[in-house]
């Protein structure tokens, strides 16, 4: 019995379901393609600036109205550079928090590019999606 047959089986409300491990036995193991992970941390990574450039621009257009949260907000933006720093390591942290940062005051039509020293390439990084390919190509 192949795998499709195997889950078919478990969608089956009138036949009895059955683990993978019943078909195929008790040492299987089944693991993540490495594919699949970049996809995952890339959507995860490309999610989370979204949000946090969502974030800042609600704090700007609060201060347009004449409401200041910045006081508020400083607080959890801490604590979320903490969580960035810490998962990204410091190298990477300096660079998404130059993104974001720059993103903001980023006019339109005007390239966001990243220029790490003399000697390395531009890279254009105006999306989430460009900068986590850069921080892949640039292993940092």
Known sequence: MNLKNCLELKKSKNKISKTLTDYMGSGMKIEESLASKRKKDEKFFCGLLERLVELDQRTLQMLEYGVDLTIYDDFYNQVLESFIYKHYGEVK?????????????????????????????????????QLYRVLLKLKL
């Open 93 to 129: 942290a300096q660079i998404i928090i130059w993104w974001l940062l720059s993103s903001q005051e980023k006019e339109k039509g005007i390239d966001l590019t990243l220029k790490l020293n003399e000697e390395s390439n531009e890279f254009i990084v105006n999306t989430p999606k």
